[in-house]
């Protein structure tokens, strides 16, 4: 049976859907306001990772990722590149479908766009304006008011008064307390603006998310999903929205991975360290970056450095080196036998991919002995699951060894022997091995050949 660990309870628990055997996933997807970077990947590659094995367990999921296509960078980004909201959006989506593509994401089942949404947004609020959860600021906007909210803080662990303590001095007159958050925000000049009973305005930003997964989910479902970062406030005030407006629980599983590290430092554009899918499969077969993606566990920081895509790039070819020039037998996976079993075990475990991808090396070692048909069908349709293994092997593997290739990880082996770094000669050996590199180490200097 499947267990997943859920932020809400703090532990794993055993997966039951609301209704048997179908599964509602909504997961908080991009603001299209600029091309997604490495944290955007994780995301992506995680829950489609989640999404697969779901449908690989014989369970109908219907996978929903919303688009925010209208807030406050995404007005001003337009404003700056003197274009309009409907093209700078439109055109980071294709370029977030073409990311998604690349790195073997399916579709969603449904990409709802907050602008297609505005008037459930009105009728949330208004709804909550009636409940007492809401009211309207002097200066035209919409809070909710937390604190008549009874169980604010449950996701996240916070208490009011931790929040309270930590609140700096607010310059915000128009709220009756400083914890309270917009929902929706009167026009501006020059802003885009829709029809409501506080007068022209826009939506905030977490009404966005409870009006899109009630819309396509209903208003009590499964799973609900994003990074790390979105556990507070923004989940925590989609619960206080969509609790406070139907007056039942919203979501039964919360599931966030972890952050992205870069060089065991903090992703951000302020150091420099800020990195874009397109960026990184310039340098690395897209396949490359979604093995080292679900080679950590979701929920673990995933640091990113070349070293780590160097190997994850080896493990990789260990892998399509397992399937070169054996004929695949693509037979139904037999779930008893040993190593689907195994793989079975693993994703069961809370979605436990370094565990299952220690089983598909297993299985390649297996591949590498017997290079029987039936084994190679299996990793292939074990992999698959994952995502991976898509390629022609040959292809894979003559892309990843091209003469520049080689020779620049010659030249760095080179002066890692001089400065005698030899833990990193052997590394870049080992790599070049995996790759059917053979290297010969001569007076007049390193040769090498294909094995």
Same mark, same amino acid.
């Given at each position: ?45 995680? %829950?489609?990772?989640?999404? +697969? &094995? ?17 807030? /406050? ?53 208004? +709804? ?22 009874? !169980? ?8 009011? =008064?931790?929040? +309270? ?14 914890? /309270?958050?917009?929902? &929706?925000?009167?026009?501006?000049? #020059? ?51 969509? =609790? ?20 065991? =430092?903090?992703?951000?554009? !302020? ?23 679900? +080679? ?19 493990? *990789? ?54 290079? !029987? ?12 699951? *994952? ?17 520049? /290739? ?15 770094? %030899? ?7 080992? *790599?070049?091995? =995996?790759? #059917? ?15």
């Amino acid at each position: 049976m499947l267990k997943l660990y859920n932020t809400l309870s703090r532990e794993k628990e055993t997966f039951t859907p609301i209704e048997p055997g179908k599964v509602r996933m909504y997961v908080c997807g991009m603001t299209v306001y600029d091309y997604c970077h490495l944290g955007h990947a994780r995301v992506m590659v995680v %829950f489609d990772m989640v999404t +697969r &094995w779901l449908r690989a367990s014989g369970l109908d999921v219907n996978y929903v990722r919303n688009i925010t296509d209208i807030d /406050d960078k995404i007005i001003a980004r337009a404003a700056e590149n003197g274009e309009s909201i409907g093209s700078l959006t439109q055109r980071f989506i294709d370029a977030m479908d073409a990311d998604s593509a690349a790195l073997g994401v399916l579709r969603p089942d449904s990409e709802p766009r907050a602008t297609q949404h505005v008037d459930g947004m009105v009728n949330m609020i208004e +709804r909550l304006i009636e409940r007492g959860l809401a009211y309207v600021g002097n200066n035209g906007d919409v809070f909710y008011s937390v604190r008549d909210f009874k !169980s604010y803080g449950k996701l996240s662990g916070k208490s009011l =008064e931790d929040l +309270r303590a930590g609140e700096r001095v607010e310059v915000e007159t128009a709220k009756r307390d400083p914890l /309270d958050f917009v929902l &929706w925000k009167s026009a501006k000049p #020059g802003e885009p603006a829709w029809e409501s009973p506080w007068g022209q305005g826009r939506p905030g930003w977490h009404i966005e998310c409870s009006v899109m997964s009630e819309h396509h989910l209903g208003d009590h479902f499964d799973i609900h999903g994003g990074g790390a970062d979105l556990q507070f406030p923004h989940h925590e005030n989609e619960i206080a929205q969509s =609790e406070g407006a139907h007056g039942c629980d919203f979501v039964n599983y919360w599931m966030h991975n972890g952050f992205v590290r870069v060089d065991d =430092e903090k992703m951000s554009k !302020s150091l420099g360290n800020f990195f874009t899918i397109r960026e990184v499969v310039k340098k690395y077969d897209a396949e490359i970056l979604r093995f080292f993606i679900l +080679r950590a566990h979701y929920r673990s920081p995933l640091n990113y450095s070349d070293k780590h895509l160097d190997d994850a790039k080896q493990g *990789l070819t260990r892998l399509y080196t397992a399937l070169r020039g054996v004929t695949a037998d693509t037979s139904t996976i037999d779930w008893n036998s040993t190593y689907p079993a195994r793989f079975k075990a693993a994703m069961d475990d809370d979605f436990n991919t370094p565990e299952a991808f220690a089983v598909l090396f297993d299985l390649a070692n297996e591949v590498n002995r017997t290079q !029987s048909a039936q084994d190679t069908g299996l990793l292939k349709s074990l992999a698959g699951i *994952l995502g991976l293994l898509q390629q022609s092997p040959e292809v894979f593997l003559q892309r990843g060894d091209s003469s520049a /290739d080689v020779d620049a990880l010659i030249a760095q082996r080179v002066a890692a022997k001089q400065s005698k770094n %030899f833990a990193e000669a052997d590394r870049i050996r080992n *790599l070049l091995s =995996e790759q #059917g590199i053979v290297l010969e180490d001569t007076p007049q200097g390193t040769t090498w050949r294909r094995a």
